[in-house]
């Protein structure tokens, strides 16, 4: 559309049909008060005066559809649960749907769901990011728009978007002291192959408590997968094949850290004398397994809660970008997997 090309009102309208400007508004929205003939003709006139297309072409962004889309790395995890719930909670209450896709761990999927949800029009979006997306670009869709986003949990960092985290780094140093303080001197550290910051600070974690304890950091003692219950079973192995025997293990997840304490059981180690074992999450597993096993539990629909009520405020200009990162409280649950001593206050 060229810049002169001046846009047609209501107000054009109803001067044309000698209508008040709130007769042709209601008409246009096909409001039940209209008489059906006038409605008829107010849409005739609109069309004709090519007021429809302008309408589109102006409001084509505006236009809210009241859905927000959300794009989480893998449905099946019990925090992504979490977190949805506590999304459609906020969301809901608001008036808001969401659109929920899943990523699969690849950011090939990502970049595919990022396009699907700006073709169906999402107001904003919710993003936690794959293991292998390291970069925005391809997020320029919503941030040259300024369709707001929020990542949560695995995040990017953009001066535009807010994240939600918790403080990975400080969970993962704290796992690491306390396995320490049950006498482990020997701990493998069971982590992601991802460019990730949340795999990154929890190692960042791992090796600083390490460093504060006097004790050596030893590349070999970090094991990097996928953190699936395959992966658990192979660190088990490796485990097994090292000398000497390492004492501790601390996963960054739990369904990694439960499969690599089952496996070292059947292999005849006793959990925790011989090797004390951490995870992260507090997935129900934690509790399922023998000996129940020390985690990390964060919250996750008070995640969720607080990332769309972040994001419906956004679009109700209630606020704008200036909030970069909000960091959510966590908390280590020591448990039998890891206590060799009685329980320790601050570990």
Not at 37 to 54: F, S
């Amino acid at each position: 559309m060229s810049g002169t090309h001046k846009e047609v009102t209501i107000y054009d309208i109803a001067e044309a049909l000698s209508l008040s400007p709130a007769t042709i508004s209601r008409g246009l929205k096909d409001h039940p008060a209209i008489r059906k003939d006038t409605r008829k003709r107010i849409l005739d006139k609109a069309r004709e005066m090519g007021y429809q297309q302008n309408m589109f072409a102006s409001n084509l962004r505006r236009s809210r559809t009241n859905t927000i889309g959300v794009i989480v790395p893998r449905l099946n995890s019990y925090f992504m649960s979490f977190v949805i719930a506590g999304m459609e909670k906020v969301a809901n209450a608001a008036g808001y749907n969401l659109i929920i896709s899943q990523s699969a761990e690849s950011v090939k999927k990502e970049e595919t769901n990022v396009r699907t949800l700006y073709n169906s029009r999402v107001d904003g979006l919710l993003v936690s990011v794959a293991y292998d997306s390291e970069s925005l670009s391809h997020f320029s869709l919503f941030l040259d728009k300024n369709i707001p986003l929020i990542f949560f949990d695995r995040v990017l960092d953009h001066p535009q978007c807010t994240s939600l985290v918790i403080d990975n780094y400080k969970a993962a140093y704290e796992v690491t002291t306390h396995l320490i303080r049950q006498g482990s001197t020997r701990i493998v550290h069971l982590t992601a192959q991802s460019k990730g910051a949340v795999y990154a600070d929890r190692l960042r974690g791992y090796q600083q408590a390490l460093r504060d304890n006097n004790l050596a950091f030893d590349e070999s003692m970090v094991l990097a997968g996928n953190l699936s219950d395959q992966a658990g079973a192979e660190a088990a192995r490796a485990i097994l094949a090292m000398k000497p025997l390492p004492d501790g293990v601390f996963s960054a997840n739990d369904s990694c850290a439960v499969s690599c304490l089952r496996a070292l059981k059947q292999a005849g180690i006793k959990i925790p004398e011989q090797i004390a074992i951490a995870g992260f999450n507090n997935d129900p597993i934690s509790k399922v397994v023998e000996p129940n096993l020390t985690t990390v539990n964060y919250p996750g629909e008070e995640m969720g809660e607080l990332a769309a009520s972040t994001l419906i405020r956004r679009l109700d200009r209630l606020e704008g970008a200036s909030l970069n990162t909000i960091v959510l409280r966590h908390e280590l649950i020591v448990r039998d997997s890891t206590l060799r001593k009685s329980p320790d206050q601050n570990g």
